[in-house]
Structures are given as structure tokens and as C-alpha cells.
């Protein structure tokens, strides 16, 4: 299984290239926000944000835990979510990128890695890219990186919510491996990954989860599509788990913005029975002249068979996020959220799991700075 793996990923990055050497180079494929503003030390560029809130939890638990919450984890107290540093060197043809990450987002973006949460916690991104002039715009990346699905991201600014949903919550945070990634024409860009798996730098078996992702870009409407298939199951290659994550991020009146994420996934068990889960995600931004916007956003998410949750359970949120831009560079976020499930799954007071609704309000704080703005 490794042999064959290698194998193909050498294949791809050898051949591509030729397929695509008559294409134009591709317009980017971003992530529905604007990235943060860097400053350069010679060829390499750094950027950084602080990002923190306070959390009220009207359930008031005795674990000071918000429920199902990254990254707002933290309930009725003021909380550094994370600290996050950033140098990078754009391609030309090798460069890399390396994000140093602190704070309790550290901790739970790292929960479940087999090497233990201690051992990566600080790296959340570590990886080198080749992109010679040759290959007309198609990039190689080797290390770990964040994830290709879902419709939001790790940092606070990037997103339109303070908090993340539960699409985010309960699907892949990060990979180690290889990705390709080539433009087939001006709009749409392919790629492939061959990875250790979900949420591990170090393998929890000998497999290798593979990724196909497409992007397709215009003026109007972004299109993303991901699938990711191979064993994720500690200490064997069998039953599969199978992951398809598609984003349509629409911006149909001019100003007034829309995301859509729909996700199906399946594991495969010894049994022959798959458990399943799947959920879909809607939010609008609406700006409110320069400096405020207004954000809300809906999910429903059904964990068939508990394979995520830890419960078998149907859970929805609603989130509703006014955003305050101070200056450039520093946004704040009063944000409100109901977190409910079909069943008693949130902790009420002294009584782990016996609430099936959460209610929290919290004010978030998030600086990202870099002198040119």
C-alpha cells in the first residue's frame, strides 16, 4: 500500500506538468475573506494576529466548557484563543510557509493527534512548495497543512461568525502529506493529495488517505469541491472512511454575500454497516456602511451512528454576529448562539450532558498586523 502511494504521487508530480504546460496560469481560488496584511524581511513575509473573547454561557457548567465549540471552547471567562505568527516565501520556483501557533486553539486543533497533543501543537502549518515557471501555475506542497474542506477557517478574521459550526467542528482540521494542485483553464484549478489521514502528522495505521479537490472561480460565485477517501481507523487499513465537503460562496446583489456547505461522510465498519453523518451550513454577510456588518449563519448536522459526536444524535445552531472594524487591522464581534440536539447532550451546571440546548453570548477581540495595510 505504501509503494503503490508513493508511486502515484512521484507519477503525478512528474506528469502533470506536461498535461497542463498550454494552459494560462489560473486566477487564485480564495477562501471567501481577505487575508491578513504582511510585512517582508527580504524574500520572506510575516504576518501575525491575537485573537481573544469572553464567553458567557447561560447553562453556566460546572466544566466552564462550551459544548461542541472551537475555538470558543472556554465558557463564562475571558479566554486567549490563539496567538498566531506566520513567515512565508512565495514559490519562485521553491518557497514555504510556516504558521506558529499558541493558545488554547494549540490544544484543540491537536486533540486527537496519535503523537500526542504536546508534539505539534505549536506548528499549524509546516510546509515547502515547488513551482517552477515550466509547469504553467501547477504548485507542489509537501508538509502539513490545513485542510482543503469546509466553508470556514482557523482564523477568527477570515470568517464571517466569531464562532465555528459545527461543519467545521466535525470534519478535518489538518493533514501531513503531499498535495498537487493545476489549472485545467482560467476558472477552474484540480488537485490531488495523497496524506496520512485526518488530523495526524504521524500515521495511526499504513494506509494513506487520498484527497480530490476541484475550484472553480468568477466574478460572481465560487465553487470548491473536496473528497477525501482511506482508512482512518487506529492500527488497521480496513473499513474506509469516505468524506465529500463542497462550499458555494455566492455574491448575487453586489454587497451583500452568501456561503453555502453541504458534507456526507461514511466510515465503513467490520459489520458491513456504514455509520454516517452529513450537514449542511448557510450564513450571509450583509455590510452595514465601513466599519459594521452583520452575519448570520444556520446549520443542521445529524451523527447517525455517533461516529463523530461520541452520541447518535441530530444537532442545529443558529449564530447571529454583528462585526465592528475599528481600524485596519483590528475587528471586534458581539456574537449570540444556539447550540440544540435531539437529545441531552450539553452540560447544565452540575449535570454533564443532561441540557439539549446551549445558549451563549460572547464579545471577541482579534488584531492581525504587518505594516503594509
Known amino acids: 500500500m505504501k509503494i503503490q502511494s508513493f508511486a502515484l504521487l512521484a ?33 520572506i513575509d510575516f504576518s501575525g494576529l491575537v485573537d481573544g473573547y469572553y464567553s458567557f454561557n447561560f447553562n453556566h457548567p460546572a466544566s466552564r466548557n462550551n459544548n461542541l465549540r472551537y475555538f470558543d471552547a472556554k465558557a463564562n471567562q475571558f479566554s486567549l484563543n490563539m496567538a498566531k505568527l506566520t513567515a512565508e516565501h512565495a514559490p519562485d520556483p521553491v518557497g ?23 508534539v505539534y501543537k505549536h506548528l499549524l502549518q509546516a510546509y515547502v512548495s515547488v513551482k517552477p515557471t515550466n509547469w504553467k501555475g501547477v504548485q507542489f506542497d509537501f508538509g502539513k497543512f490545513v485542510t482543503s474542506a469546509g466553508a470556514e477557517v482557523t482564523e477568527t478574521h477570515l470568517n464571517w461568525n466569531y464562532s465555528r459550526g459545527l461543519l467545521y467542528a466535525n470534519g478535518p482540521f489538518y493533514h501531513m502529506g503531499g498535495r498537487l494542485t493545476a489549472p485545467v483553464s482560467k476558472n477552474v484549478t484540480l488537485g490531488y493529495q495523497i496524506l496520512n489521514g485526518w488530523n495526524n502528522v504521524e500515521d495511526n495505521n499504513s494506509g494513506k488517505t487520498h484527497g480530490i479537490t476541484t475550484a472553480f472561480t468568477s466574478s460572481r460565485f465560487n465553487w470548491f469541491n ?11 487499513n480496513d473499513g474506509w472512511r469516505h468524506f465529500y465537503d463542497t462550499v458555494l460562496a455566492i455574491n448575487p446583489a453586489g454587497r451583500v454575500n452568501g456561503l453555502v456547505n453541504f458534507d456526507y461522510g461514511q466510515e465503513n465498519n467490520p459489520d458491513g454497516r456504514a455509520s454516517k453523518f452529513y450537514g449542511v451550513m448557510g450564513a450571509l454577510r450583509f455590510p452595514l456602511g465601513e466599519r459594521f456588518a452583520f452575519s448570520p449563519r444556520y ?37 449570540y448562539r444556539r447550540d440544540w440536539s435531539n437529545i441531552g447532550y450539553f452540560d447544565r451546571g452540575n449535570e454533564p450532558g443532561s441540557a439539549r440546548n446551549q445558549d451563549t453570548v460572547l464579545i471577541g477581540l482579534v488584531v492581525f498586523f504587518g505594516p503594509t495595510r
Open 299 to 335: 446549520e443542521w448536522y445529524k451523527d447517525r451512528d455517533a461516529l463523530i459526536t461520541g452520541r447518535a444524535q441530530t444537532l442545529q445552531e443558529a449564530t447571529a454576529t454583528l462585526e465592528y472594524k475599528m481600524v485596519e487591522g483590528f475587528v471586534g464581534r458581539l456574537e
Open 11 to 43: 507519477f503525478a508530480v512528474l506528469t502533470v506538468p506536461s498535461l497542463w504546460s498550454q494552459t494560462a496560469d489560473p486566477q487564485d481560488a480564495p477562501k471567501p475573506a481577505v487575508a491578513p496584511s504582511t510585512w517582508s524581511a527580504g524574500p
Open 226 to 236: 473536496n473528497y477525501y477517501v482511506g482508512p482512518e481507523k487506529s492500527n488497521t
Open 96 to 118: 514555504f510557509k510556516v504558521d506558529f501557533l499558541f493558545g488554547r486553539a494549540a490544544d484543540l486543533f491537536h486533540a486527537t493527534e496519535p503523537a500526542g497533543v504536546e
